[in-house]
């Protein structure tokens, strides 16, 4: 029996709109979580094991999925940046390491968590024409349920000197997600020194505001509160240390610190997650 050429281009679309609906890179998460190099040494892992443990909860579904990628240096400007040198961060070997991000969830590569974005089939997003951002959602190649972005440090100094350019960069994500995106953007946790953690704060209040001013829909979680700098500000424990004792990395928290930062965070992220899912 022959079927009408109307039925089967009909039945090709709907199959080809449910592949897209559900993501064409392998692993693509329910939940996407994009940031810089504190998901690469140690964020990442805290960030998915306390999405995990809220799954059924804060609007989350019970069996949701979790897929995070952090770039080191990575910022908003690099992700979406459409020339070679404005998404360099992303898309450019690591001269030394030959690899540039980590990779933990649904997009995990087993015991080796380093990847180099470009290569493999789930890291794509490196398109000519194209930002990295608009590459990652170009024809449902990811199509994840809520977009959560983690990052600060590579813009501090931009954002704290320019409110212009902390605007800019708001206004420049915007244009690159999807209209209907749910969203939430999170500055990450504060580094070992005072000096860093001042400047920090100063950049985290503009782009506060630039979210506000350009009338964002995503939600926006400080992650520089009282309590988090107190945790992390001088807290020699918290950070990477020589063998004698003296902090050798004062931007990236441990992974116990980031788990007990995202504790401290966890009303406030859950309340932004309710925010752009909806209770269920």
Known sequence: MRFPLYLMLGSLITAASAVLAEGTAKGAPDVLVLGDSQLTFGAGAAFLEELGA?????????????GIIGVRS????????????????ICDVDPK????????GTLSQGENLYVQ???????QFCSPGQSPLQAVFADGYYAPDLLIFFMMGNAAERWAGNPDAALKDVRALMTDLPKDQ???FMTSAPPYKEKAVSLRQRAQ????????KAGSYCSFVPGFT???????????????RKSSGAVKDPFHPTEP???????????ALCRAITTQLGSQ
């Open 205 to 212: 209040d503009n782009i506060e505001k630039a979210f506000a």
């Open 74 to 89: 990575s910022s908003i400007a690099s992700w979406t940046g459409r020339s070679k040198t404005a998404k360099g961060a």
């Open 226 to 240: 009282a309590a988090t700098i107190r945790e992390n500000q001088g807290n020699a424990a918290n950070f990477r």
């Open 117 to 123: 974005i470009g290569r493999g089939e789930q890291f």
């Open 54 to 66: 809220m799954a059924g909860s804060c609007g989350l579904g019970t069996g949701a999925s979790t």
């Open 182 to 184: 749910p969203c939430i």
């Open 257 to 267: 610190a980031a788990r007990r930062f995202l504790k401290l965070q966890r009303t």
């Open 97 to 104: 390491w030959k690899v540039n991000a980590g990779a933990y």
